[in-house]
């Protein structure tokens, strides 16, 4: 008989455990808290772990190339236009940084679509508001009226799982939010850019061959109501480098959404308790400045499958498959979320005055092959191998 996993949240991190564990012969039920499955308007740059795991899901290279737009990384500019840290054009440095851009809404179809032709159970609707974790070595795990040999927590930055599981692990205001949109046309051609200004940043990149993602990320009080957010984006930025003026008027009101930004301080103790896996925000929930939240959603995803997944359906111990879980991603997601805060305190959430100048001149010393060994560490990730059963 299969075993069973119940994954909690249909979100890309859940989807993608749907996949891996299905792909090793587990029966799988998502369930997802609203009316049906889906994604915001907004962008992504995979990186390239995130699309190591998209092709360790199962999909096929020219599937990972459909998703999206070719991008080159250009690197970072002042507000006003100036470079601080130019990509340079050093071919092992552009491979090393290169990313495509996809909408998320693509990314989120094609693991739905992968996920039910798996024979993934996915339910909508369905509100979790208790769990029982069980014991791997014993009694089964509950959530939601299921039963289940392990659960897998993907329910986002504001877990309910995590909240009952891991109380003391709670989430933090940024001090920042975010406004993002996707609108029509290219603008500065296959580039991805970004712009830092004090207590700011401005992003954007091509998601496909008619469109591009912008995103403004500022700082500002925690749930602050704007009236009208496109006249405040617009004047927030004013004065800014013309390729953000140009995005910002090429606009349309109902194209642009804001986020209040949290973030998981020091994630999850751990990413077992029980028969209870923790992926995603879910488990480390990052800020965003290391753009690697949708990479390591992909990342844990697909470790369920090969960590867990495959050593229990192979007749090893669910206790030793979970402790393993941890031991891989744990160190690994802990170590992105300091990179993530350090690039907040020295990139966005830089204060203004001589502060902005200071650390621009030092940027701008940066080595090419720095450049290289710190992208190498963030997105040289390979899926590991299918862990062996541990009896």
């Known amino acids: ?14 989807l993608a455990a749907a996949i891996s564990l299905a792909g090793q012969g587990w029966q799988v039920t998502v369930l997802e808290r ?10 992504v740059a995979m990186s390239r772990n995130a699309v190591a795991a998209f092709l360790g ?7 990972a190339r459909a998703l999206g737009f070719p991008t080159v990384a250009e690197g970072t500019w002042t507000a006003k236009g100036t470079p601080i840290l130019a990509i340079p054009e050093d071919p092992v440095v552009r491979e090393a940084v290169a990313v495509t851009g996809v909408h998320r809404r693509r990314l989120h179809q094609a693991l739905h ?27 089964l795990a509950q959530v939601a009226g299921h039963e289940a040999d392990l659960v897998v927590a993907a329910d986002g930055m504001r877990s309910t799982i995590r909240e009952k599981l891991f109380p003391s692990s709670t989430l933090a205001y940024s001090g920042f939010s975010s406004w993002r949109a996707v609108i ?11 712009y830092w200004g004090a207590e700011a940043e ?43 003026q140009r995005l910002l008027a090429a606009t349309d009101p109902g194209a642009l959404l804001r986020h209040d930004v949290y973030h998981l301080p020091g994630g999850v103790p751990r990413y077992a308790l029980g028969r209870v896996v923790m992926i995603g925000d879910a488990a480390h929930g990052f800020l965003p400045t290391m753009g690697q939240g949708v990479a390591t959603a992909l990342e844990d995803g697909l470790c369920v499958g090969l960590l867990v997944g495959h050593p229990v359906a192979a007749g090893g111990s669910l206790s030793a498959a979970l402790e393993g879980f941890d031991q891989a991603r744990r160190p690994r997601c802990s170590a992105l979320s300091r ?21 621009n001149a030092l940027m701008r010393l940066t080595p090419p092959a720095l450049l290289t060994r710190g992208a190498d560490a963030a997105m040289g990730w390979i899926p590991p191998e299918p862990a062996q059963p541990v009896r």
């Open 184 to 194: 029509p046309g290219i603008s500065n051609g296959r580039t991805l850019r970004q």
């Open 57 to 63: 899901l199962g999909f096929e290279p020219e599937q």
């Open 34 to 43: 609203r009316g049906e499955l889906g994604e915001v308007g907004a962008g």
């Open 339 to 359: 990179a993530a805060g350090l690039s907040a305190r020295f990139g966005a959430h830089l204060g203004g005055g001589w502060r902005q100048p200071m650390r």
């Open 202 to 244: 401005f992003g954007f990149m091509p998601v496909d061959a008619e469109q591009t993602y912008w995103y403004g990320y500022v700082s500002m009080p925690e749930l602050t109501v704007i009236e009208d957010e496109l006249a405040a984006a617009r004047e927030r930025f004013a004065g800014w480098a013309d390729p953000v």
């Open 1 to 14: 008989m299969a075993h069973s996993a119940v994954v909690v949240g249909g979100g890309i991190a859940g």
């Open 113 to 139: 679509h992968r996920a039910e032709a798996q024979g993934v159970s996915i339910l909508t609707g369905v509100q979790v508001a208790q769990v029982s974790p069980g014991d791997p070595e014993g009694a």
